[in-house]
């Protein structure tokens, strides 16, 4: 189903809200300062009835120059405006001005009307129409009917309802797929509801029941209840204007400008890269690094405009910029924005968000960032999800790569397929988990990964494997290790390298040792098995096996191989020593519950300074737990590693 909202524009008193009045019977006016001083301060909403059933939400924006702020709060997520002209006045200043807002924010569908017609003639009335006509030509209103009405007769105003229904006919239904996101435009408590919002809803849909969280704050909630059109209702979709009960909530911690969203889906940014458009009638340039006010959906923001490959932009041209926000937005690529200076008050631009997370940037790199963001702003998908892929160099996940795209999941799926099919990206999958990365990326990586192991191996000669986690972080992938098990997978699938307890070694290094190394591997382990509950310290190696530079990497090697165990004080042990010692300790304990160092020493005729090493090991590996002077079982499942 088409869910409508039509807004008004215009001048201050051209009768705006007397217009909405006599369309839906409803007053927009409801604050007592708007009612005592017939202005409209801030926004007013109302709905009603096409000539064919459709029901349409309105809103009313205020006409005062001091209140634009409020009237670009309600201009978002319009389908339809009616321009509003007086007819005894014509086209005024802010006529304009919301004119140029509605351009910038891309609304596409309008009507002009003609107020007042009952206070002046015929000659006024063509005068006003002709001034519209200029005024809008080359806008969106260009060529749309010009409707004459009297809010106070009520002549027009049924000519004027099936204007509306005949222009809404081609506008198309939002879809009502994807996460919710509701801005919102007001915030007030009803007694014994608390907490109420209201809000155009931008995607998705909503219901009873359902937790939302309020965005920049993150605070969580819990839908009490829905109403569209003051009517209870379970859900609310895209293009109506909803009211939310948040019970859970107090007013004070919410505001317009605020964003109500499915919980953990859109992000916060403070930075944001755009293409501005600097309005015509500014009159004078936009430098780099001026301040501006920023407005987002219903949200106004303090904010620096920084120019990437210019010093200034002209009225009437266009650049791409950096908007560095004061306080974090919600923002999707392709959202609306408006700029406006605070001295002199006026708009004097906007543009359209390109990309949500934008990268740090030396001035020398301006050109490429602008090249890049030109093929995000207009480039086809399959253009931008390459050239993102290689930009990023690292993984994409797919779900995070549709948010920031802002794209049709379905279609996005096309593209990937495609560019899969092209090898230039590559689709990891393992579980539930879907990632994208350029094949260059990845190729990239594949290099990496196996110059670290080389490079290993050329200091470490005589190590056999490469601890795992010691070439993920030389790789800097990140906390994840998604990625690294998917490059270990490739360089197995290749029959490069392989990973067996932890350790990396390219495909045939368990016969790296030469003759010689491996007889001199044998008679360090041969000695260590003659001496074995004392064994020899290193210099005593060498005495009786000679200096030879590869005798550490030997005996580093055999360490590595759990052939020989390195205990504490580094003492290094055979791991046959180690057993016997485990079992006659288990056994010992079994027997007599705790077993000292005395009893140790006295069972194998070694030093106190080797059977510490042993029970201290025990104790390292929970085999035993130290009581003051005895060791008591702790795990008998413990193993030697």
Avoid: W
């Amino acid at each position: 189903m088409r869910h409508i909202i039509i807004g008004t524009a215009g001048h201050i008193d051209h009768g705006k809200t007397a217009l909405i009045l006599a369309l839906t019977g409803i007053e927009t006016d409801r604050l007592k300062e708007e009612k005592e001083r017939g202005l409209s301060i801030d926004l007013g909403f109302a709905y009603f009835d096409l000539p064919g059933g459709q029901r349409a939400g309105i809103v009313d924006v205020p006409g005062h120059e001091r209140f634009v702020k409020n009237m670009l709060a309600g201009a978002v997520g319009m389908d339809l405006v009616l321009l509003v002209v007086a007819a005894d006045e014509g086209v005024m200043p802010q006529t304009r001005e919301h004119l140029d807002i509605l351009r910038l924010l891309q609304v596409e569908k309008g009507l002009a009307v003609i107020t007042k017609t009952d206070l002046t003639d015929e000659e006024q009335i063509e005068f006003v129409e002709e001034d519209i006509k200029e005024t809008v030509a080359g806008t969106f209103l260009e060529g749309v009917p010009i409707l004459r009405v009297s809010s106070t007769t009520g002549d027009g105003i049924e000519k004027l309802k099936t204007a509306i229904e005949a222009a809404v006919q081609d506008i198309e239904a939002k879809s009502e797929r994807g996460s919710f996101r509701l801005p919102i435009d007001r915030v007030f408590t009803m007694k014994g509801f608390g907490t109420v919002v209201t809000g155009t809803v931008f995607s998705g849909s909503v219901g009873v029941g359902e937790t939302l969280e309020v965005l920049p704050s993150k605070y969580s909630t819990r839908v009490r209840g829905v109403q569209v059109h003051n009517q209870k209702v379970e859900h609310a979709y895209a293009g109506q204007r909803t009211a939310l009960n948040l019970p859970d909530l107090e007013k004070s911690q919410l505001r317009r400008g605020n964003v109500l969203a499915t919980p953990d889906v859109f992000e916060r940014t403070e930075i944001l890269d755009t293409r501005l458009v600097l309005l015509e009638s500014t009159k004078r340039s936009l430098e780099d690094r001026t301040h501006v006010q920023f407005h987002l959906g219903t949200t106004q923001v303090p904010a620096q405009v920084i120019l990437f490959d210019r010093k200034e932009v002209q009225p009437g041209d266009s650049a791409m910029a950096r908007i560095k926000l004061e306080e974090p937005v919600v923002a999707l690529k392709s959202d609306q924005f408006i700029l406006r200076k605070p001295l002199p008050l006026g708009t004097i631009g906007g543009g359209q968000v390109i990309d949500i997370r934008p990268q740090r940037f030396r001035r020398k790199e301006a050109k490429e960032v602008v090249s890049f963001l030109e093929i995000m702003e207009t480039g086809r998908l399959e253009n931008i999800v390459h050239r993102l892929l290689q930009r990023q160099k690292k993984p994409f996940p797919v779900d995070d790569l549709k948010r920031y795209l802002n794209v049709d999941g379905e279609q996005l799926r096309e593209v990937i397929k495609k560019l899969e099919e092209g090898d230039q990206i590559k689709r990891l999958v393992k579980e539930k988990r879907e990632i994208l990365i350029g094949v260059e990326s990845f190729n990239q990586f594949l290099n990496e990964f196996t110059s670290v192991v080389k490079e290993y191996f050329e200091i470490n000669p005589y190590k056999k494997g490469m601890p795992k986690e010691e070439v993920r972080s030389r790789l800097r992938l990140g906390g994840d290790p998604f990625l690294f098990d998917q490059l270990v997978k490739e360089l197995e699938t290749q029959k490069e390298f392989v990973v067996q307890e932890g350790k990396v070694f390219p495909i045939g290094r368990e016969t790296f040792l030469t003759s010689e190394q491996q007889h001199v591997k044998d008679k360090l382990e041969k000695i260590h098995l003659d001496k074995f509950f004392e064994p020899p310290a290193f210099d005593e190696i060498e005495k009786k096996l000679g200096p030879r530079p590869e005798l550490k990497g030997m005996l580093n090697l055999l360490v590595e191989e759990g052939t020989l165990i390195r205990t504490t004080g580094n003492v290094i042990f055979h791991r046959k020593a180690l057993e016997e010692a485990m079992d006659f300790v288990k056994k010992s304990i079994q027997q007599q519950e705790s077993i000292t160092v005395a009893q140790f020493r006295d069972r194998f005729h070694t030093s106190r300074k080797y059977s510490l090493a042993i029970l201290e090991y025990f104790d390292r590996i929970r085999l035993t737990r130290r009581v003051e002077d005895e060791r008591v079982l702790l795990d008998e499942e413990a193993r030697i590693v």
